[in-house]
């Protein structure tokens, strides 16, 4: 994964931030100094978080999980949009539902309802509907896909958020934090970090801003996802070859200590035949109860092997 540059940043313009008499004085830490009113984001910081960030992502996409990337600025919409549907992430842009992670189960009910009016369109009865009934569905449904079309993927509570301008995100942002889900966020001099997890100080405002700092942490999940894919390779190409020789091999040892089980077994009949001649018909004597109890270790061992073999 490259390290992003300190002239990419500068270009960009992602140190420049708010007025001085809007900034947010928990965002101290993170501010380099003030030039004509306006404060400047520390680019060296600026970079040890995106790496920090990245890595993170990165981590969440090897494990199969998803990041649900919220901005519903209008200069972030379709730069989102664009990057982070690439790499197969679901995603908010329009408006941000409200309780999407708190009551979820409701909206995943209006997303499959999306499928069930797709699947009344293709059936024989949407042509016995009038004019009107048809017109108000279809428009219901492109409702549903503006507002959830790019979260249909998402069929559980997302492993962590980024989101553009905490400020303006402040729903989701909340919500996430009652659920304890890590939180990414761009946040610019006025707003407040606090109760976010990944913190990237950066101008939220400009869209080369966004877009590097979008593309660098879409890059990161590719590259998990890719890591992802190369290990489910390795483990099945691992699984296959010793399994089919431990299963042949397997096969033969149970058959050889079933063959051996069936002789000690007819050679102990006979031996107990004789003894019980012999004897006076004591079926309470203590060799036979050992030799009782040897024979139902030996059945349970062959059981559990055969078990194995199935």
Same mark, same amino acid.
């Given at each position: 994964? =490259?390290r992003?540059?300190?002239k990419?940043l500068?270009?960009?313009?992602v140190?420049?931030?708010?007025?001085?008499?809007?900034w947010? =004085?928990?965002?101290?830490?993170y501010?380099f100094m003030e030039?004509?009113?306006?404060?400047i984001?520390?680019?060296q910081k600026?970079? +040890?978080?995106?790496d920090?960030?990245?890595? #993170?992502?990165?981590q969440?996409? %090897? *494990?199969g999980r998803? +990041?649900?990337?919220?901005?519903?600025?209008?200069?972030?919409? !379709?730069i989102v949009?664009?990057?982070? !549907?690439?790499?197969?992430? =679901?995603?908010? #842009?329009?408006?941000?539902?409200?309780?999407?992670? @708190?009551n979820?189960?409701?909206?995943?009910?209006? +997303?499959k309802?999306? !499928?069930?009016?797709?699947?009344?369109?293709?059936?024989?009865?949407?042509d016995?509907? !009038?004019?009107?009934e048809?017109?108000?569905?279809? %428009?219901?449904?492109?409702?549903?896909?503006k507002?959830?079309?790019?979260?249909?993927?998402?069929?559980?509570?997302?492993?962590?958020?980024?989101?553009?301008?905490?400020?303006?995100?402040?729903?989701?942002? %909340?919500? #996430?934090?009652?659920l304890?889900?890590?939180i990414? #966020?761009?946040?610019? /001099?006025?707003s407040?970090?606090?109760g976010i997890?990944?913190?990237?100080?950066?101008?939220?405002?400009?869209?080369?801003s966004?877009e590097?700092?979008?593309? @660098?942490?879409c890059?990161?999940?590719?590259?998990?996802?890719?890591d992802?894919?190369?290990?489910?390779?390795k483990?099945?190409?691992?699984?296959?070859?010793?399994?089919?020789?431990?299963? @042949?091999?397997?096969k033969?040892v149970?058959?050889?200590?079933?063959?051996?089980d069936?002789e000690? /077994?007819?050679?102990?009949?006979?031996?107990?035949?004789?003894?019980?001649? *012999?004897?006076d018909?004591?079926?309470?004597s =203590? +060799?036979?109860?050992?030799l009782?109890?040897?024979?139902?270790?030996?059945e349970?061992?062959?059981?559990?092997?055969?078990i194995?073999?199935?």
């Open positions: 994964m =490259p992003t540059e300190f990419q500068l270009d960009a313009g140190h420049f931030g708010h007025l001085k008499r809007k947010n =004085p928990a965002m101290a830490p501010i030039k004509n009113g306006i404060h984001i520390d680019l600026t970079i +040890v978080k995106i920090e960030a990245a890595e #993170a992502l990165k969440i996409s %090897r *494990s998803k +990041v649900l990337f919220v901005a519903t600025k209008k200069q972030a919409k !379709s949009a664009e990057k982070v !549907s690439a790499v197969n992430m =679901p995603y908010v #842009a329009e408006r941000w539902p409200g309780g999407m992670l @708190t979820f189960p409701t909206i995943r009910k209006a +997303v309802k999306m !499928s069930s009016i797709d699947k009344m369109i293709k059936d024989a009865a949407w016995n509907l !009038s004019k009107r048809k017109l108000q569905i279809t %428009r219901q449904r492109a409702k549903l896909e507002v959830l079309g790019s979260i249909v993927d998402l069929t559980r509570l997302p492993a962590a958020l980024f989101i553009v301008d905490v400020l303006k995100e402040k729903i989701a942002v %909340r919500e #996430a934090q009652r304890s889900i890590p990414f #966020a761009m946040v610019d /001099t006025n407040n970090p606090e997890d990944f913190i990237i100080p950066s101008n939220d405002d400009a869209s080369q966004i590097l700092i979008i593309t @660098t942490m890059d990161a999940i590719k590259d998990g996802l890719s992802r894919k190369v290990e489910r390779e483990d099945e190409t691992a699984d296959e070859k010793p399994f089919t020789l431990k299963k @042949t091999g397997r033969a149970v058959k050889i200590i079933v063959e051996d069936i000690e /077994t007819e050679e102990a009949e006979e031996i107990d035949e004789k003894e019980e001649l *012999s004897d018909k004591t079926s309470d =203590p +060799v036979e109860e050992d009782l109890d040897e024979d139902v270790i030996d349970d061992i062959l059981d559990e092997d055969v194995d073999v199935k």
